[in-house]
T-cell receptor, first 112, second 114 residues
Framework: ETGVTQSPTHLIKTRGQQVTLRCSSQ?????VSWYQQALGQGPQFIFQ???????GRGNFPPRFSGLQFPNYSSELNVNALELDDSALYLC???????????FGPGTRLTVL | AQSVTQPDIHITVSEGASLELRCNYS??????LFWYVQSPGQGLQLLLK??????LVQGIKGFEAEFKRSQSSFNLRKPSVHWSDAAEYFC????????????FGSGTRLSIRP
């Protein structure tokens, strides 16, 4: 059974650019959640996708957007990057059976 | 409001000594409680979880946690720490539904004194 995978591992962008992060969910999982973890802090919920629809959103601006595909993989897009967007972005997948979320290794985004 | 409080930012424990990391939560419904560990530059690894049943739950790596509803606490314990336990520990709360988001505490950094 393959776990949650994320790509790329690391990414460096400049302020104002756009970025796309990718997540492949664990087999059998149809829900994907995205979290932002700034340095020295706990992860913060960005949004969740369930069966290709956004299913809840945290306190993040609209320039954070996402997609979920029929195979339940997901993308996180961030437009007009700001320095404060520098963080570890974590993806987690879960099934309808229960609320346990399985996390991927994360993508480290640095905005210069 | 839903929240998780980890009052200790940084704890240093001697190798072989016992450990207790504190966690208090606020959650409107029946909580699903978690402890995660994160090594530097790594993702999150689930140590243990609690939803119902026995309030003392066993996890991986010799960790355990006790749920105390009256105190809204879910403290993590280990009888004897090893140098490899040095990491960041996060307490988290969510709902049982897969549609629930997980709310994390700010973390406790554990250092091990040789």
């Amino acid at each position: 059974e393959t776990g949650v995978t994320q790509s790329p591992t690391h990414l460096i962008k400049t302020r104002g650019q756009q970025v796309t992060l990718r997540c492949s969910s664990q087999s059998g999982h149809n829900t994907v959640s995205w979290y932002q973890q700034a340095l020295g802090q706990g992860p913060q919920f960005i949004f969740q996708y369930y069966r290709e629809e956004e299913n809840g959103r945290g306190n993040f601006p609209p320039r954070f957007s996402g997609l979920q595909f029929p195979n339940y993989s997901s993308e996180l897009n961030v437009n007009a990057l700001e320095l404060d967007d520098s963080a570890l972005y974590l993806c987690a997948s879960s099934s309808e059976a229960n609320g346990e979320q399985f996390f991927g290794p994360g993508t480290r985004l640095t905005v210069l | 409001a839903q929240s998780v409080t980890q009052p200790d930012i940084h704890i240093t424990v001697s190798e072989g000594a016992s450990l207790e990391l504190r966690c208090n939560y606020s959650y409107g419904a029946t909580p699903y409680l978690f402890w995660y560990v994160q090594s530097p530059g790594q993702g999150l690894q689930l140590l243990l979880k609690y939803f119902s049943g026995d309030t003392l739950v066993q996890g991986i790596k010799g960790f355990e946690a006790e749920f105390k509803r009256s105190q809204s606490s879910f403290n993590l314990r280990k009888p004897s720490v090893h140098w490899s336990d040095a990491a960041e520990y996060f307490c988290a709360v969510g709902g049982y539904s897969s549609a629930s988001k997980i709310i994390f505490g700010s973390g406790t950094r554990l250092s091990i004194r040789p």
